[in-house]
């Protein structure tokens, strides 16, 4: 079955720097774009970050750009978010995210949410 493992997630004063992880297994990981997610109290889940299958695009919201580097090792099957300066309202819940084609239809899976909490 498709599963998604976040990591890094923690405490971190504000200018600091977290880098998560997100281990996938369960499909092709190669073919498939990844996102990265994250929710705050309070609020709607948003995209942050997303990446083609290749690693050759990527786009980010804009709150993040300049900041935030969504990245990935196809070897590996893994997803990386690494975040650099970063500030008290980027505190959230971070989820990782695909969707695998199944026939005709497409599934969407999360992972479990690494927390991220920006605060002196």
């Known amino acids: 079955q498709v599963q998604l493992v976040e990591s890094g997630g923690g405490l971190v004063q504000p200018g600091g720097s977290l880098r998560l992880s997100c281990a996938t297994s369960?499909?092709?990981?190669?073919?498939?774009?990844m996102s990265w997610y994250r929710q705050a109290p309070g609020k709607e889940r948003e995209l942050v970050a997303a990446?083609?299958?290749?690693?050759?695009?990527?786009n980010y919201v804009d709150s993040v750009k300049g900041r935030f580097t969504i990245s990935r090792d196809n070897a590996k099957n893994t997803v990386y978010l690494q975040m650099n300066s970063l500030k008290p309202e980027d505190t959230a819940v971070y989820y990782c995210?695909?969707?695998?084609?199944?026939?005709?239809?497409?599934?969407?899976?999360w992972g479990q949410g690494t927390q991220v909490t920006v605060s002196s």
């Open positions: 990446i083609t299958s290749t690693g050759s695009s990527t």
């Open positions: 369960g499909f092709t990981f190669s073919m498939y774009a």
């Open positions: 995210n695909t969707v695998v084609i199944a026939g005709t239809s497409g599934y969407v899976y």
